[in-house]
């Protein structure tokens, strides 16, 4: 039954994880997946959720039962409010609902499995070019016609703003759109707060529909209500529109697969009835969602103490990637590379888009034994100040031969 089944290309990421691991060289780095790390190069469990873990652990009343089909609600709820904010009209008029999901590809991929039962637009989705590379695979996967909107313009090494109006207003109307709210995935170049505007008035003019994928709130400037500004500059424009959230970056909780998908409609009736879709729906793919991340993240959005001890915890993991951003920075301009960098230190978030070609991540990747994806996207978490030295010298030999 099975000999005429095609053998699948590996992921991209993953693929790079297990090709570090494999490799014996000292010096070898993995620039590859967006998992943070500290400047010893070890993963973070971030000390508030090491407290959440004492809490869960000695709650003599925690038992093994299945959660709600749509997620506890006091996570979903805590999770909501994260995104939209303590104070969001839509929130108090009943106006939003929400699904716990598997991480933030889960948010994604129920999202998308909703929309394809139920959402009568033009059929086609629209990705950032580049995004991560998950995107396609998960709306190709669910039947949408998968086209790109130009998002990163080589040649200025920043935001392609006027190509991403003219696609928005180009696309057949009732066309979805997924939008990276902050630290954007591959390139850490966002829009501005006046290009948002623009955005939405250009969204708003076609009658598209906005998929907002939001897995690095807190993450791209340190601070939440900043890094969710695009969300909400939306749901006050009157957008219905969907925010799938992850909790691995945030949290740390990469494993764990917590995640979110929130909805936002124009009344608390659709929304009772959109819910009970997604709850249809959740049960046919995974029935109940998995509890232990989501404990963790739930008992640190619902106590003021353990919060501000959150966003502290947040301050280090970006603090740690801007300063390894002027680092970076600092050795290519001693080394006088050929270039300019300054887009090392204006991206923002996880990654930056170094603008190394395929040829040179080669390279990199077999003289340097430093392992990044060849569009050149580098997790900044990688470096340390340990390597930033030795990676910086090899950026400037491939960009030199
Ligand atoms: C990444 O982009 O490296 C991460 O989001 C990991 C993943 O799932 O691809």
Sequence with gaps: VFNTVAQAPADVIFSLTAGYKADKHPQKINVGVGAFRTDELKPYVLPVVKKADTILFNNADLDHEYLPIAGEPSYTRAATKLILGD?????????????????????????????????KGSGKVYISNPTWANHRNIFASLGFDVQEYPYWHPATKSLDYEGMINTIREAPSGSIFILHPCAHNPTGVDPTQEQW????????????????????????????????????YFVEQGFELFVAQSFAKNFGLYGERAGNLTFVCKTPEDTKRVLSQFEKL??????????????????????PALYAEWKENLKYMSSRIIDMRQKLYQHLVDLKTPGTWNHIVDQIGMFSFTGLKAPQVKVMIEKYHIYLTDNGRISMAGLSNSNVEYFARAVDDVVRN
């Design 87 to 119: 104070n969001s009209p839509a929130i108090a008029q009943g106006r939003t609902g929400a699904v716990q999901t598997i991480s933030g590809t889960g948010a994604n991929h129920t999202g998308a499995a909703f929309l394809a039962a139920h959402f």
């Design 197 to 232: 505007k623009g955005i939405a008035d250009a969204m708003r003019e076609k009658n598209q529909f906005t998929f907002f994928d939001c897995a690095y709130q807190g993450f791209a400037s340190g601070d939440l209500d900043k890094d969710a500004w695009a969300v909400r």
């Design 282 to 303: 959740q049960r046919s793919e995974i029935s109940n969602p998995p509890a232990y991340g989501s404990r963790i993240v739930d008992i640190v959005l619902n106590d």
